[in-house]
């Protein structure tokens, strides 16, 4: 098959479709309980809520992402990602200690036994 311009272009916009489709999948996943347990394969660290403990704030407000990662939302105050939740109190922080992925604020124990 030889490769014109009309090829190129319908190869890349079937690409983008592909890995948009991909995104939306992840993204369910972890909202809907994708972790051990029914949780969110990552949840956001509590201590790192900004405006919270000498953290930066945020002027438009914040929230929890699925991907476990506190964002400020956009300039009219709406949500910048899908939505998340809060790891509960006490889950290990980075490289703490860990013998499960619940264990950990970011829902994945190492197999060091460290949380990532």
């Known amino acids: 098959m030889r490769l014109n311009k009309t090829n190129m272009l319908s190869l890349g916009v079937l690409l983008a479709l592909v890995l948009s489709g991909w995104a939306m ?3 369910n996943d ?7 347990g029914g949780k ?9 809520e900004p405006g919270v403990g000498g953290n930066p704030f945020c002027f438009e407000g914040h929230s929890c992402c699925s991907d476990g990662q506190w ?9 910048s990602c899908a939505p998340g939740a809060v790891c509960p109190e ?24 460290r949380c990532k």
């Open 71 to 79: 964002r400020c939302n956009n300039a009219d105050g709406s949500p």
């Open 25 to 27: 999948l992840a993204s």
């Open 90 to 113: 006490g889950c290990g922080q980075r490289n703490d200690p860990c013998s499960a992925d619940d264990d950990c604020c970011s829902g994945q124990c190492k197999s060091n036994g």
């Open 30 to 36: 972890a909202v809907a309980g994708g972790g051990r």
């Open 40 to 48: 969110p394969a990552a949840c956001c660290d509590p201590d790192a």
